[in-house]
Protein backbone atom coordinates (compact mmCIF):
# COMPACT_ATOMS: atom_id res chain seq x y z
CA UNK A 1 0.00 0.00 0.00
CA UNK A 2 1.51 3.40 -1.20
CA UNK A 3 2.57 5.70 2.00
CA UNK A 4 -0.27 8.21 0.95
CA UNK A 5 -2.63 6.00 1.85
CA UNK A 6 -1.50 6.11 5.38
CA UNK A 7 -1.99 10.15 5.08
CA UNK A 8 -5.53 10.16 5.31
CA UNK A 9 -7.46 12.93 7.44
CA UNK A 10 -7.31 11.41 10.48
CA UNK A 11 -9.61 14.03 12.12
CA UNK A 12 -11.96 12.27 9.78
CA UNK A 13 -11.01 9.12 10.75
CA UNK A 14 -11.63 9.20 14.31
CA UNK A 15 -14.80 11.47 14.24
CA UNK A 16 -16.30 7.89 11.82
CA UNK A 17 -14.98 5.83 14.45
CA UNK A 18 -16.05 7.61 17.62
CA UNK A 19 -19.69 7.91 15.82
CA UNK A 20 -19.23 3.83 15.34
CA UNK A 21 -18.74 3.74 19.11
CA UNK A 22 -21.67 5.73 19.82
CA UNK A 23 -24.18 3.31 17.49
CA UNK A 24 -22.50 0.36 19.64
CA UNK A 25 -20.19 -0.92 16.29
CA UNK A 26 -16.54 -0.38 18.45
CA UNK A 27 -15.00 -1.34 21.19
CA UNK A 28 -13.38 0.58 24.00
CA UNK A 29 -12.48 -1.25 26.79
CA UNK A 30 -10.83 0.87 29.81
CA UNK A 31 -12.21 4.00 28.19
CA UNK A 32 -14.67 5.44 30.32
CA UNK A 33 -18.59 6.34 28.28
CA UNK A 34 -18.23 10.26 29.63
CA UNK A 35 -14.51 10.14 27.98
CA UNK A 36 -15.84 8.95 24.14
CA UNK A 37 -18.49 11.28 24.56
CA UNK A 38 -16.83 14.38 25.61
CA UNK A 39 -14.27 13.24 21.99
CA UNK A 40 -17.30 12.73 20.43
CA UNK A 41 -18.50 16.24 20.93
CA UNK A 42 -15.15 17.28 20.14
CA UNK A 43 -14.69 16.23 16.78
CA UNK A 44 -18.22 16.62 15.78
CA UNK A 45 -17.89 20.43 16.49
CA UNK A 46 -17.52 21.88 12.60
CA UNK A 47 -15.65 24.70 14.14
CA UNK A 48 -14.64 24.21 17.56
CA UNK A 49 -14.07 27.75 19.22
CA UNK A 50 -10.67 27.64 21.44
CA UNK A 51 -12.00 27.10 25.19
CA UNK A 52 -9.88 25.95 27.97
CA UNK A 53 -9.81 22.29 27.67
CA UNK A 54 -9.56 19.86 31.16
CA UNK A 55 -5.91 19.02 32.12
CA UNK A 56 -5.88 14.80 31.54
CA UNK A 57 -2.79 14.26 33.74
CA UNK A 58 -0.53 11.55 33.45
CA UNK A 59 -0.73 10.35 37.26
CA UNK A 60 3.02 11.07 38.74
CA UNK A 61 5.08 8.03 38.94
CA UNK A 62 6.94 6.00 41.32
CA UNK A 63 10.48 6.26 41.81
CA UNK A 64 12.05 3.68 39.57
CA UNK A 65 14.14 1.08 41.41
CA UNK A 66 15.61 -1.06 38.26
CA UNK A 67 13.03 -0.89 36.34
CA UNK A 68 15.39 -0.21 33.23
CA UNK A 69 17.74 -3.61 32.56
CA UNK A 70 20.94 -1.98 30.94
CA UNK A 71 23.39 0.04 32.85
CA UNK A 72 22.54 3.89 33.13
CA UNK A 73 26.30 5.45 33.45
CA UNK A 74 25.21 8.80 34.35
CA UNK A 75 27.35 10.69 31.74
CA UNK A 76 25.27 8.94 29.41
CA UNK A 77 21.87 9.01 30.64
CA UNK A 78 19.46 11.63 33.12
CA UNK A 79 17.23 9.10 35.04
CA UNK A 80 13.58 10.37 34.68
CA UNK A 81 10.88 8.54 37.10
CA UNK A 82 11.16 4.38 35.14
CA UNK A 83 12.49 6.14 32.26
CA UNK A 84 15.91 7.56 30.77
CA UNK A 85 17.08 10.34 28.73
CA UNK A 86 20.00 9.71 26.44
CA UNK A 87 22.12 13.22 26.90
CA UNK A 88 23.04 14.81 24.00
CA UNK A 89 26.61 15.41 24.18
CA UNK A 90 26.96 11.37 24.63
CA UNK A 91 25.98 11.49 20.76
CA UNK A 92 29.12 13.74 19.82
CA UNK A 93 31.52 11.20 17.86
CA UNK A 94 28.84 8.28 17.48
CA UNK A 95 27.59 7.46 13.71
CA UNK A 96 24.09 7.69 12.76
CA UNK A 97 23.10 4.95 14.37
CA UNK A 98 22.48 5.38 18.13
CA UNK A 99 24.45 2.42 19.94
CA UNK A 100 21.73 0.00 21.99
CA UNK A 101 23.74 1.19 25.11
CA UNK A 102 23.11 4.85 24.33
CA UNK A 103 19.14 4.52 23.20
CA UNK A 104 17.12 6.18 25.48
CA UNK A 105 14.18 3.95 27.41
CA UNK A 106 10.52 4.64 28.03
CA UNK A 107 8.89 2.41 30.15
CA UNK A 108 5.59 2.92 31.73
CA UNK A 109 6.19 0.31 34.59
CA UNK A 110 9.23 -1.99 34.18
CA UNK A 111 11.09 -4.27 31.70
CA UNK A 112 9.92 -7.70 31.96
CA UNK A 113 12.83 -10.47 31.27
CA UNK A 114 11.10 -12.54 28.47
CA UNK A 115 12.30 -15.98 27.05
CA UNK A 116 12.12 -15.76 23.22
CA UNK A 117 11.61 -20.04 23.64
CA UNK A 118 8.58 -19.51 25.42
CA UNK A 119 7.07 -16.29 23.86
CA UNK A 120 4.12 -16.83 21.65
CA UNK A 121 2.38 -13.63 19.28
CA UNK A 122 -1.49 -14.45 19.45
CA UNK A 123 -3.41 -12.81 16.62
CA UNK A 124 -7.07 -12.20 17.13
CA UNK A 125 -10.14 -10.32 16.64
CA UNK A 126 -13.28 -9.89 14.20
CA UNK A 127 -10.86 -8.87 11.96
CA UNK A 128 -9.70 -12.53 10.62
CA UNK A 129 -11.38 -14.40 8.50
CA UNK A 130 -13.20 -17.57 10.25
CA UNK A 131 -16.97 -18.24 10.84
CA UNK A 132 -18.74 -15.46 12.19
CA UNK A 133 -18.32 -14.81 15.98
CA UNK A 134 -15.66 -17.47 16.20
CA UNK A 135 -12.92 -16.78 17.88
CA UNK A 136 -9.74 -17.98 15.72
CA UNK A 137 -6.84 -16.75 17.18
CA UNK A 138 -3.44 -17.40 15.47
CA UNK A 139 0.04 -17.69 16.83
CA UNK A 140 3.55 -17.19 15.39
CA UNK A 141 6.74 -18.44 17.92
CA UNK A 142 10.03 -16.69 18.12
CA UNK A 143 10.87 -19.16 15.27
CA UNK A 144 8.47 -18.88 13.17
CA UNK A 145 8.78 -14.93 12.57
CA UNK A 146 12.60 -15.46 11.99
CA UNK A 147 11.99 -18.03 9.16
CA UNK A 148 9.40 -15.23 7.58
CA UNK A 149 11.05 -12.92 4.77
CA UNK A 150 12.90 -10.14 6.65
CA UNK A 151 13.62 -6.79 5.59
CA UNK A 152 15.62 -4.32 7.40
CA UNK A 153 14.53 -0.73 8.40
CA UNK A 154 16.72 2.35 9.58
CA UNK A 155 14.15 4.90 11.63
CA UNK A 156 13.81 6.79 14.42
CA UNK A 157 11.63 6.10 17.86
CA UNK A 158 10.87 9.19 19.77
CA UNK A 159 8.88 9.95 22.46
CA UNK A 160 6.07 11.91 21.63
CA UNK A 161 7.10 13.70 24.73
CA UNK A 162 10.53 14.75 23.44
CA UNK A 163 11.48 18.30 24.40
CA UNK A 164 8.31 18.47 26.90
CA UNK A 165 10.30 20.58 29.64
CA UNK A 166 10.89 23.38 26.85
CA UNK A 167 6.78 24.16 26.81
CA UNK A 168 7.96 24.99 30.65
CA UNK A 169 11.36 26.64 30.33
CA UNK A 170 10.86 28.65 27.23
CA UNK A 171 7.43 29.12 26.75
CA UNK A 172 6.06 29.37 30.51
CA UNK A 173 3.37 26.68 30.19
CA UNK A 174 2.76 23.81 32.47
CA UNK A 175 2.35 20.49 31.08
CA UNK A 176 2.07 17.19 32.67
CA UNK A 177 4.43 14.31 31.85
CA UNK A 178 7.54 13.30 32.37
CA UNK A 179 10.40 16.36 31.83
CA UNK A 180 12.63 15.23 28.90
CA UNK A 181 15.26 17.67 27.34
CA UNK A 182 15.68 16.71 23.44
CA UNK A 183 17.08 13.01 24.69
CA UNK A 184 14.23 10.98 24.41
CA UNK A 185 14.87 9.95 20.54
CA UNK A 186 17.50 7.84 18.90
CA UNK A 187 17.88 6.27 15.41
CA UNK A 188 18.18 2.59 15.22
CA UNK A 189 18.46 -0.23 12.06
CA UNK A 190 15.45 -2.76 12.92
CA UNK A 191 15.26 -5.83 11.18
CA UNK A 192 12.31 -8.04 11.18
CA UNK A 193 9.35 -9.10 9.75
CA UNK A 194 6.58 -6.93 7.85
CA UNK A 195 3.76 -6.55 10.22
CA UNK A 196 1.50 -6.74 6.38
CA UNK A 197 3.24 -10.05 6.06
CA UNK A 198 2.06 -11.65 9.64
CA UNK A 199 -1.66 -10.11 9.01
CA UNK A 200 -2.18 -11.94 5.78
CA UNK A 201 -0.60 -15.12 7.13
CA UNK A 202 -3.20 -15.02 10.03
CA UNK A 203 -5.72 -14.47 7.45
CA UNK A 204 -6.63 -10.94 7.52
CA UNK A 205 -10.42 -10.06 6.37
CA UNK A 206 -11.57 -7.56 4.39
CA UNK A 207 -13.78 -6.32 6.74
CA UNK A 208 -10.74 -5.18 9.14
CA UNK A 209 -10.18 -1.71 10.28
CA UNK A 210 -7.95 -1.76 13.35
CA UNK A 211 -4.89 -3.36 14.75
CA UNK A 212 -4.08 -3.30 18.24
CA UNK A 213 -0.85 -4.67 19.60
CA UNK A 214 -0.32 -5.12 23.56
CA UNK A 215 2.76 -5.46 25.53
CA UNK A 216 3.69 -8.25 27.73
CA UNK A 217 4.90 -5.70 30.78
CA UNK A 218 3.03 -5.12 33.95
CA UNK A 219 -0.13 -3.10 33.81
CA UNK A 220 0.00 0.53 34.42
CA UNK A 221 -1.74 2.17 37.12
CA UNK A 222 -2.68 6.17 36.77
CA UNK A 223 -4.04 8.28 38.93
CA UNK A 224 -5.15 5.17 40.91
CA UNK A 225 -6.92 3.98 37.79
CA UNK A 226 -5.62 0.34 36.10
CA UNK A 227 -5.29 1.31 32.85
CA UNK A 228 -4.71 -2.28 31.83
CA UNK A 229 -1.42 -3.20 29.56
CA UNK A 230 -0.06 -0.81 27.25
CA UNK A 231 -2.12 -0.91 23.88
CA UNK A 232 -2.95 1.63 20.95
CA UNK A 233 -4.90 1.05 18.17
CA UNK A 234 -2.96 1.19 14.75
CA UNK A 235 -4.99 2.20 11.09
CA UNK A 236 -5.23 -0.55 9.48
CA UNK A 237 -3.59 1.48 6.31
CA UNK A 238 -0.43 2.19 8.52
CA UNK A 239 -0.76 -1.02 9.76
CA UNK A 240 -0.28 -2.80 6.31
CA UNK A 241 2.07 0.40 5.03
CA UNK A 242 5.57 0.41 6.42
CA UNK A 243 5.06 -1.46 10.53
CA UNK A 244 7.51 -4.24 11.73
CA UNK A 245 7.77 -6.64 13.73
CA UNK A 246 11.83 -6.28 14.80
CA UNK A 247 13.63 -8.72 16.54
CA UNK A 248 16.68 -6.99 15.75
CA UNK A 249 18.36 -3.85 16.81
CA UNK A 250 22.24 -2.55 15.05
CA UNK A 251 22.14 -6.20 13.98
CA UNK A 252 22.00 -7.62 17.99
CA UNK A 253 18.50 -9.43 19.17
CA UNK A 254 16.74 -6.51 20.42
CA UNK A 255 18.12 -5.90 24.09
CA UNK A 256 15.34 -6.40 27.35
CA UNK A 257 14.73 -2.69 27.71
CA UNK A 258 13.84 -2.47 24.37
CA UNK A 259 11.07 -4.95 23.72
CA UNK A 260 12.69 -8.52 23.44
CA UNK A 261 11.83 -10.53 22.21
CA UNK A 262 10.05 -8.76 19.56
CA UNK A 263 8.56 -5.26 19.54
CA UNK A 264 6.25 -3.29 17.00
CA UNK A 265 8.24 -0.41 15.07
CA UNK A 266 5.94 2.07 13.79
CA UNK A 267 8.30 4.08 11.51
CA UNK A 268 7.70 8.60 11.87
CA UNK A 269 5.09 8.17 14.48
CA UNK A 270 4.67 9.03 18.43
CA UNK A 271 7.48 6.34 20.32
CA UNK A 272 3.95 5.46 21.92
CA UNK A 273 2.83 3.47 18.64
CA UNK A 274 6.02 0.90 18.66
CA UNK A 275 4.52 -1.17 21.56
CA UNK A 276 7.61 -3.44 22.71
CA UNK A 277 7.29 -6.62 24.54
CA UNK A 278 3.91 -7.83 22.19
CA UNK A 279 2.20 -10.77 23.05
CA UNK A 280 -1.07 -10.37 21.35
CA UNK A 281 -2.32 -8.17 18.64
CA UNK A 282 -5.93 -8.02 18.05
CA UNK A 283 -7.40 -7.53 14.25
CA UNK A 284 -10.61 -5.88 14.80
CA UNK A 285 -13.38 -5.33 11.99
CA UNK A 286 -14.31 -2.46 14.42
CA UNK A 287 -12.75 0.19 15.73
CA UNK A 288 -11.27 0.19 18.78
CA UNK A 289 -10.04 2.68 21.27
CA UNK A 290 -7.61 2.51 24.60
CA UNK A 291 -6.60 4.68 26.78
CA UNK A 292 -3.38 5.60 24.66
CA UNK A 293 -5.56 7.12 22.05
CA UNK A 294 -8.23 9.06 24.15
CA UNK A 295 -6.88 10.09 27.17
CA UNK A 296 -3.20 10.07 26.48
CA UNK A 297 -1.27 11.13 22.89
CA UNK A 298 -4.47 13.48 22.12
CA UNK A 299 -3.49 17.59 22.28
CA UNK A 300 -5.65 19.28 25.15
CA UNK A 301 -6.14 22.74 25.85
CA UNK A 302 -7.40 25.93 24.45
CA UNK A 303 -5.54 25.54 20.94
CA UNK A 304 -6.95 22.42 20.43
CA UNK A 305 -10.48 21.27 20.04
CA UNK A 306 -12.32 21.04 23.07
CA UNK A 307 -11.91 17.71 24.41
CA UNK A 308 -8.90 16.82 22.34
CA UNK A 309 -7.39 16.63 18.79
CA UNK A 310 -7.11 13.35 17.10
CA UNK A 311 -4.73 10.83 18.03
CA UNK A 312 -1.22 11.85 17.11
CA UNK A 313 0.41 10.38 14.44
CA UNK A 314 3.20 11.63 12.83
CA UNK A 315 6.36 13.37 15.20
CA UNK A 316 7.38 16.75 14.05
CA UNK A 317 10.93 18.38 13.21
CA UNK A 318 13.33 19.18 15.75
CA UNK A 319 17.26 19.64 16.21
CA UNK A 320 19.35 19.41 19.14
CA UNK A 321 23.41 20.49 19.70
CA UNK A 322 25.53 17.82 20.31
CA UNK A 323 26.54 19.59 23.36
CA UNK A 324 26.25 19.79 27.04
CA UNK A 325 23.92 22.90 28.24
CA UNK A 326 26.15 24.76 29.60
CA UNK A 327 29.29 23.88 27.97
CA UNK A 328 32.50 26.79 28.18
CA UNK A 329 34.13 27.90 24.75
CA UNK A 330 37.28 30.58 24.87
CA UNK A 331 36.99 33.51 23.47
CA UNK A 332 38.97 33.74 19.92
CA UNK A 333 38.95 30.05 19.62
CA UNK A 334 37.75 28.71 16.36
CA UNK A 335 35.37 25.53 17.14
CA UNK A 336 32.83 23.40 15.42
CA UNK A 337 29.79 23.41 16.38
CA UNK A 338 27.94 20.06 15.91
CA UNK A 339 23.78 18.85 15.82
CA UNK A 340 21.13 16.63 14.50
CA UNK A 341 18.12 17.28 12.74
CA UNK A 342 14.76 15.08 11.98
CA UNK A 343 11.53 15.16 11.31
CA UNK A 344 8.20 12.62 11.16
CA UNK A 345 7.11 14.50 7.98
CA UNK A 346 10.28 14.03 5.65
CA UNK A 347 13.37 14.11 4.92
CA UNK A 348 15.72 17.23 6.66
CA UNK A 349 16.36 20.19 3.69
CA UNK A 350 17.97 22.49 5.67
CA UNK A 351 19.16 23.38 9.06
CA UNK A 352 20.18 26.87 9.84
CA UNK A 353 22.08 27.88 12.79
CA UNK A 354 22.44 31.21 14.92
CA UNK A 355 25.39 31.68 17.67
CA UNK A 356 24.14 35.16 18.64
CA UNK A 357 20.50 33.78 20.37
CA UNK A 358 18.83 34.37 17.00
CA UNK A 359 19.98 37.43 15.57
CA UNK A 360 22.03 36.16 12.82
CA UNK A 361 21.87 32.91 11.11
CA UNK A 362 23.43 31.00 8.66
CA UNK A 363 23.08 27.56 6.95
CA UNK A 364 24.56 24.50 8.77
CA UNK A 365 26.62 21.93 6.59
CA UNK A 366 24.84 18.78 6.14
CA UNK A 367 26.74 15.71 7.03
CA UNK A 368 24.61 12.98 5.95
CA UNK A 369 22.23 12.61 2.78
CA UNK A 370 18.97 13.38 4.00
CA UNK A 371 16.64 10.64 4.60
CA UNK A 372 12.66 10.48 5.70
CA UNK A 373 12.57 8.75 9.12
CA UNK A 374 16.25 9.14 10.09
CA UNK A 375 18.16 11.97 11.43
CA UNK A 376 20.26 14.29 9.36
CA UNK A 377 24.16 15.30 11.24
CA UNK A 378 24.96 18.81 10.68
CA UNK A 379 27.99 21.27 11.40
CA UNK A 380 28.92 25.25 11.52
CA UNK A 381 32.78 26.39 12.20
CA UNK A 382 32.05 29.20 15.31
CA UNK A 383 34.80 31.66 16.86
CA UNK A 384 33.45 32.69 19.56
CA UNK A 385 34.78 36.18 20.25
CA UNK A 386 33.40 38.26 22.97
CA UNK A 387 33.14 36.66 27.18
CA UNK A 388 29.82 35.92 28.03
CA UNK A 389 26.70 33.91 28.05
CA UNK A 390 25.75 32.92 24.85
CA UNK A 391 22.40 31.03 23.10
CA UNK A 392 22.47 29.23 20.20
CA UNK A 393 19.94 28.13 18.45
CA UNK A 394 19.27 25.35 15.25
CA UNK A 395 16.30 25.31 12.98
CA UNK A 396 15.31 22.96 10.27
CA UNK A 397 13.36 22.68 7.57
CA UNK A 398 12.01 19.17 5.96
CA UNK A 399 11.15 19.04 2.53
CA UNK A 400 7.76 18.65 3.65
CA UNK A 401 8.11 22.70 3.83
CA UNK A 402 8.11 22.05 7.68
CA UNK A 403 10.43 24.15 9.74
CA UNK A 404 10.92 24.88 13.43
CA UNK A 405 8.87 27.76 14.98
CA UNK A 406 9.66 30.33 17.54
CA UNK A 407 6.79 28.81 19.78
CA UNK A 408 5.43 25.50 19.58
CA UNK A 409 1.30 25.56 20.59
CA UNK A 410 1.30 24.10 23.82
CA UNK A 411 -1.09 21.60 25.12
CA UNK A 412 -1.76 20.08 28.21
CA UNK A 413 0.16 17.21 28.20
CA UNK A 414 3.18 18.76 26.32
CA UNK A 415 3.60 16.98 23.48
CA UNK A 416 5.49 17.39 20.24
CA UNK A 417 7.37 20.12 21.12
CA UNK A 418 8.85 21.52 17.92
CA UNK A 419 10.23 25.23 18.05
CA UNK A 420 13.83 26.37 17.99
CA UNK A 421 15.55 25.17 21.64
CA UNK A 422 17.84 28.07 22.83
CA UNK A 423 20.95 26.31 23.92
CA UNK A 424 22.96 27.84 26.69
CA UNK A 425 26.74 28.65 27.06
CA UNK A 426 29.36 30.35 27.99
CA UNK A 427 32.37 32.27 26.25
CA UNK A 428 35.17 32.75 28.61
N1 LIG B 1 4.79 -2.50 26.08
C1 LIG B 1 5.22 -1.23 26.09
N2 LIG B 1 5.50 -0.64 24.91
C2 LIG B 1 5.94 0.63 24.88
C3 LIG B 1 6.07 1.39 26.07
C4 LIG B 1 5.79 0.74 27.31
O1 LIG B 1 5.94 1.29 28.40
N3 LIG B 1 5.37 -0.57 27.27
N4 LIG B 1 6.44 2.71 26.00
C5 LIG B 1 6.16 3.38 24.70
C6 LIG B 1 6.70 4.70 24.59
S1 LIG B 1 5.77 5.95 25.31
C7 LIG B 1 7.83 4.98 23.86
S2 LIG B 1 8.37 6.56 23.63
C8 LIG B 1 8.63 3.88 23.27
C9 LIG B 1 10.06 3.91 23.81
O2 LIG B 1 10.84 2.88 23.27
P1 LIG B 1 12.27 2.55 23.88
O3 LIG B 1 12.12 2.39 25.37
O4 LIG B 1 12.73 1.31 23.19
O5 LIG B 1 13.18 3.71 23.58
O6 LIG B 1 8.08 2.60 23.54
C10 LIG B 1 6.68 2.54 23.54
N5 LIG B 1 6.25 1.17 23.68
MO1 LIG C 1 6.64 7.92 24.59
Given at each position: ?6 R???T?Y???R ?8 A?AD??G???L??L ?5 AA ?6 G?A?AD?P???S ?7 LP ?8 T ?27 A???L?A???R ?9 G????DR?VE?G?D??RA ?5 R ?8 N?R??Y????G???TG??W???A???A??R??RL?D ?7 SS?A ?15 G?N???VR?P?P?A?A?D???L???M ?11 P??V??P????I?S??W ?5 V???P??S ?9 F ?13 R??VK??FE???GA???A?AG ?7 W???G ?6 V ?18 PD?WT?W ?5 P ?7 LLA?AT???G ?8 P ?5 L????VR?PV???
Amino acid sequence: MPASAARHDETAYDRHRLRQWLAGDARADGVGRRRLLTLLAATAAATALPTPGPARADGPRRASDATIVKPLPPESFILRGTNAETRWEALRGTGRLTPNDLFFVRNHTATPLLDAHDWRLRLWGSGLRGAPGEDRPVEFGYDDLRALPSVTRTAFLECAGNGRTYYASQQGEAVTGTAWTLGAVGVARWRGVRLADVLRRAGLSSRAVDVQPRGLDAEYVSGGENLGRVRRPLPLAKALDDVLLAYEMNGEPLPPDHGYPVRVLVPSWVGIASVKWVGDIEVSAQPLFSPWNTTFYRLFGSAHPEGGSAPLTRQTVKSAFELVRGAAFPAGAGQVLHGRSWSGAGAIARVDVSTDGGANWRPARLHDRPRPDSWTRWSVPWRPVAPGPVELLARATDTAGRSQPDVAVPNAQGYLFDAVVRHPVTVY
